[in-house]
């Protein structure tokens, strides 16, 4: 079992470009979600998803778009970064009926200069 | 609004030292509350999780919360901390609701 993986580990963006953060898991979660952690702040919601097919909008959703095609992978876009959006995004799955019980991936680091 | 709010945004304790972690909630009930462990470079990790009856839980590495109604509290105790417990700690709630929402975490700094 690998568990949550995310790639890239870290990623330097321009403001305006655009990239995708992905994430996968292998337990066969249904929810899955991702975070962003900035200093102070500790972890916000950002999109969230209870199963193939059904994306939500978590506490800070601007600036970023999800889908989630399959039960395995839930990857984050960003459209068009803009340095607000310099972070460490982690993303995390779990069972729909223990969803508190979250597993993390390790994390990517995002800077947009 | 729900909230959950830690009021220590960095502990230094001494190894061997007892270590007491705090966290309160704003919610119109009872909600369910967990703590996580994120160590340096890390995901983060669930450290154990209070949904209702007794109101001290054990959880793994040594740690126990005690969920305390009247002072809308749930602060994470250890008896005594080993070095490897230097890391960022999180308490969370869920409201009723499959989201978590997070504190804003305190970070452990472990003095030899």
């Known amino acids: 079992n690998a568990g949550v993986t995310q790639t890239p580990k870290f990623q330097v963006l321009k403001t305006g470009q655009s990239m995708t953060l992905q994430c996968a898991q292998d337990?066969?979660?249904?929810?899955m979600s991702w975070y962003r952690q900035d200093p102070g702040m500790g972890l916000r919601l950002i999109h969230y998803s209870v199963g193939a097919g059904i994306t939500d909008q978590g506490e800070v959703p601007n600036g970023y778009n999800v889908s989630r095609s399959t039960t395995e992978d839930f990857p984050l876009r960003l459209l068009s970064a803009a340095p607000s959006q310099t972070s460490v995004y982690f993303c995390?799955?779990?069972?729909?009926?223990?969803?508190?019980?979250?597993?993390f991936g390790p994390g990517t680091r995002l800077t947009v200069t | 609004a729900q909230s959950v709010t830690q009021p220590d945004i960095h502990i230094t304790v001494s190894e061997g030292a007892s270590l007491e972690l705090r966290c309160n909630y704003s919610y119109g009930a009872t909600p369910y509350l967990f703590w996580y462990v994120q160590s340096p470079g890390q995901g983060l990790q669930l450290l154990l999780k209070y949904f209702s009856g007794d109101t001290l839980v054990q959880g793994i590495k040594g740690f126990e919360a005690e969920f305390k109604r009247s002072q809308s509290s749930f602060n994470l105790r250890k008896p005594s901390v080993h070095w490897s417990d230097a890391a960022e700690y999180f308490c969370?709630?869920?409201?009723?609701?499959?989201?978590?929402?997070f504190g804003t975490g305190t970070r452990l700094t472990i003095i030899p």
């Open positions: 337990m066969n979660h249904e929810y």
């Open positions: 995390a799955s779990s069972y729909l009926q223990s969803s508190y019980e979250q597993y």
């Open positions: 969370a709630s869920n409201f009723g609701n499959e989201k978590l929402t």
